[in-house]
């Protein structure tokens, strides 16, 4: 697994300047990181939680409000001395999170400000009958269920970031033979299929799945 931190640094310096030249945060960031496996038959990830710190430390860098939610290994608490009191990557603190950021992207619209908002995943990818998923601590999360986050925060533009195996397919699901479904525009979905909310751009991972 590779960090998406260089990337992520790019990015938000470009746009940092309108963002930043606001009274009051206007970018926000959920950061999530879980070396936890999807099964018995896949082993668990040794850095997912290393990334989620570095990607903090960027994002904070540059002024982004970030929630981080890892279970940090004893050599990444010696590389981090304050990731210690982080709280895991749960289906519970997901959900509160998101409330909480939700809260501060409705008080930063309300005075008229535009929002960016970053979500950044580094874990495992799999797939349950067809279907492709991220593995939380606790729980499979669905893109179903990224996209009523995404679309409950109800930030100006959101910004996903996905360092996972089945991560393209998790954006995007696959058609008969095993054809790529083209999204529609505004990343509107249907059926089955997650509907991202309008704005919203996608980084995903490749790897050989």
Not at 70 to 82: E, G
Not at 126 to 134: E, P
Request: glycine letters at 6%.
């Amino acid at each position: 697994m590779r960090s998406f931190a260089p990337v992520l640094l790019c990015q938000l310096w470009l746009n940092a300047t309108p963002a930043f030249a606001q009274t009051g945060p206007t970018a926000f960031a959920i950061v999530i990181g879980s070396n936890r496996s999807p099964s018995a038959a896949v082993s668990s990830l040794r850095y997912a939680d290393d990334d989620a710190l570095a990607n903090q430390r960027v994002l904070e860098l540059l002024g982004v409000e970030t929630i981080v939610l890892a279970l940090p290994d004893s050599d990444t608490r010696l590389q981090f001395p304050d990731s210690s009191t982080l709280k895991a990557a749960t289906r519970a603190h997901v959900r509160d999170a998101v409330s909480r950021v939700r809260t501060q992207i409705a008080a930063a619209r309300s005075k008229g400000h535009e929002t960016q908002l970053y979500f950044f995943f580094a874990g495992h990818g799999d797939q349950l009958a067809g279907r492709s998923f991220l593995q939380l601590e606790d729980a499979q999360y669905w893109p179903q269920d990224l996209a009523a986050d995404l679309t409950s925060m109800n930030s100006t533009e959101s910004h996903v970031v996905i360092d996972a195996c089945y991560s393209s397919q998790f954006v995007s699901a696959r058609g008969p033979g095993g054809r790529r479904i083209s999204l529609q525009p505004g990343f509107s979905k249907t059926g089955e299929a997650a509907a991202w909310p309008p704005r919203t751009g996608f980084l995903t991972a490749r790897s050989a799945s």
